[in-house]
């Protein structure tokens, strides 16, 4: 098919016609200027699976689940490789490249926008963060009734502060950049720090054999221990890495980077500090001559290092060095469920190492969280303005053609919904059931990619068939999962 014949069906411009711009030559530390989508999923990825539901699981079923994480994680980098071609060669994210396919920009609008609601529309990261806030000021896990209401009121105050930092900076995507080279150069350096002193070495040997299903104290391979929490699994299988609609993302924080045709179409900025730019409403394509080819190639290059070099080995260590910890301070088999999920392992490690220790990790993990949820309620605001800007007229004429009014428009009804949302389940509850919808996203999202770069895209970009199998066995991989758990909660 066609890129006319897409626009045709999808009612949709199609492609400007321009020149690939040239893309940077960094050397040394010049790549943390260039590198960034990556690190801003790394940092969503770390404040999800890695620090909650990753220990979680491990603590109950043991270490050789690790195997899961290798296994997602590798289908992610590629799932996000292939999300990022998309937008190098257009500018557009890829939800603007799903609107082209059949079925058209009305229902793949209103169809991504719904996910994007279902998985992320629950506030869980702040609502986890203020059981480390509360363990931070009052020394103790929260329970409840007793604390439900002040955990309450510390997530919204922990909700609303990821809004105040969303009105500021020339970029957004950069700001979130920037604060996530923080976090995740503390977390990790941090987690590694603690394991490396407390961590017996038998424990880091379960660890690496996990991570190829093998179960050291069992002598054997250990793929579905008996008696596994399925719907606690399926949770890991979906925030293993980013998860769902975050991943999808990963292209929109690519365009506003400026990769590739991006640096053409514009970026969205804050409200105090930012400036106003028109955001070019629909993409551009270069023509496969040699020296648009030569420049594909060094964009490809950057991609590759902000991907396997920054997202696929940091998701392995951000989710290994937790879960050392938590398998080392907490007894195995414990439900780490409750108000104090994200206090369990500071609570442990006070008692054990200090209390002074016990708080620096609760800081870390309120400042994990906080940064998460900060990373989620604005993934899905830009998304959400993204396909309101793409698909509609009326709306890139509103407030004389400025994006910023669409974003904070849109920002204003996640906030008040997720003051709502925050009242109507236990927090752990609220990240289980949008990374099992992550899951579940997984499946159809990895065909539907597939579809766009091998049926949209001009040939010499369409991706070589290993890609085209792998997007294909991801979709295996989380359906099996997905059924699971549909079969444990039917049951």
Not at 57 to 83: I, M
Not at 165 to 181: H, M, P, Q, S, Y
């Amino acid at each position: 098919m066609s890129e006319s014949t897409a626009s045709s069906r999808s009612n949709l411009a199609p492609w400007k016609p321009a020149d690939l711009p040239e893309p940077p030559k960094p050397r040394g530390f010049g790549w943390l200027a260039v590198c960034g989508p990556g690190v801003i999923v790394l940092g969503v990825s770390i404040g999800s699976g890695e620090f909650l539901l990753g220990p979680a699981t491990f603590v109950k079923h043991g270490l050789s689940l690790l195997w899961v994480t290798l296994v997602a994680v590798f289908f992610q980098t590629v799932f996000n490789t292939e999300l990022m071609r998309y937008t190098v060669a257009t500018g557009e994210p890829v939800v603007t490249g799903f609107m082209r396919t059949p079925g058209g920009k009305v229902f793949w609008s209103v169809f991504y926008s719904l996910l994007y609601f279902l998985q992320i529309g629950w506030p869980a990261w702040a609502a986890t963060a203020a059981g480390a806030i509360f363990f931070v000021f009052l020394g103790r896990l929260a329970t409840p009734p007793a604390d439900s209401l002040t955990i309450y009121l510390i997530g919204v105050a922990t909700f609303l502060a990821c809004v105040v930092v969303l009105l500021l900076g020339k970029r957004i995507a950069r700001t979130l950049e920037f604060l996530n080279w923080i976090l995740v150069t503390v977390i990790l350096s941090g987690f590694l720090v603690l394991a490396l002193i407390y961590v017996p070495a038998p424990t880091w040997g379960s660890a690496l054999a996990g991570f190829f299903g093998f179960n050291i104290a069992q002598g054997g391979f250990s793929l579905l221990p008996d008696n596994v929490d399925i719907v606690l699994l399926g949770a890991l299988v979906g925030y293993s890495g980013g998860g769902g609609v975050l991943n999808i993302t990963l292209s929109n924080w690519a365009r506003d980077k400026g990769y590739g045709m991006g640096s053409r179409v514009g970026h969205i900025g804050g409200i105090v500090g930012g400036e106003r730019s028109q955001v070019a409403a629909t993409g551009f394509m270069f023509e496969a001559n040699a020296e648009n080819q030569a420049r594909w190639r060094g964009w490809w290059r950057i991609v590759r290092v902000d991907q396997w070099g920054i997202f696929f080995v940091g998701a392995l260590l951000g989710m290994m060095l937790p879960a050392l910890l938590y398998v080392t301070f907490v007894a195995p088999g414990t439900d780490i469920k409750g108000l104090a999920i994200s206090a369990v392992l500071a609570n442990t490690i006070g008692a054990t190492a200090g209390a002074w220790l016990g708080l620096l990790v609760a800081a870390l993990g309120a400042w994990i969280l906080f940064k998460t949820q900060l990373d989620c309620v604005e993934g899905m605001t830009r998304s959400v303005t993204d396909i309101l800007w793409t698909g509609s007229t009326r709306v890139r004429a509103w407030r004389g053609g400025d994006i910023r009014a669409v974003y904070y428009s849109v920002l204003v009804l996640v906030v008040l919904w997720g003051i709502i949302a925050l009242k109507l389940a236990q927090p752990v509850m609220l990240l289980q059931i949008g990374a099992n919808i992550a899951g579940v996203i997984f499946v159809f999202a990895s065909l539907h990619l597939l579809y766009l770069n091998t049926r949209v895209l001009p040939e010499p970009l369409r991706p070589p068939m290993w890609r085209r199998v792998a997007l294909v066995a991801m979709a295996v991989f989380y359906a099996f999962f997905a059924v699971l758990v549909a079969r444990s909660l039917l049951a």
